[in-house]
């Protein structure tokens, strides 16, 4: 049964740094994209980054790229999210997700409804 875990949620003052993991069993995270997504309460989930390992492609939401850094580890079958200079707008249920990368090629931001596979979320919480 494919299944994907994030951990590394946690308290943080504004300016510091998270690294989120994402990791998966029961299927090898090489063959699909991997989106990251988060979700602030009465917000909808929207998306962050995502990443094709065997691809070697990473997207970023414009708004957050050069904060935020996706990335792979193929023999850990994880992948990460680096978050930088945190502010309080980034408060949220952080999800990873597997997508089909060879129907998408490189365009791995997708809507979360195109995406398949699902963590239960690991939590931001910046401080303001």
């Known amino acids: 049964q494919p299944q994907l875990v994030e951990s590394g949620g946690d308290l943080v003052q504004p300016g510091g740094s998270l690294k989120l993991s994402c990791v998966g069993s029961g299927f090898s995270l090489d063959h699909y994209a991997i989106g990251w997504f988060r979700q602030a309460p009465g917000d909808e989930r929207e998306d962050v980054a995502c990443?094709?390992?065997?691809?070697?492609?990473?997207k970023y939401v414009d708004s957050l790229e050069g904060r935020f850094t996706v990335s792979g580890d193929h023999d850990k079958n994880t992948v990460y999210l680096q978050m930088n200079s945190l502010k309080s707008e980034d408060t949220a249920v952080y999800y990873c997700?597997?997508?089909?990368?060879?129907?998408?090629?490189?365009?791995?931001?997708?809507?979360?409804?195109?995406?398949?596979?699902w963590g239960q979320g690991t939590p931001v919480t910046v401080l303001s």
């Open positions: 990443i094709n390992l065997s691809g070697g492609i990473k």
């Open positions: 997700a597997a997508g089909p990368a060879m129907a998408w090629g490189s365009n791995c931001l997708r809507s979360r409804e195109e995406y398949e596979v």
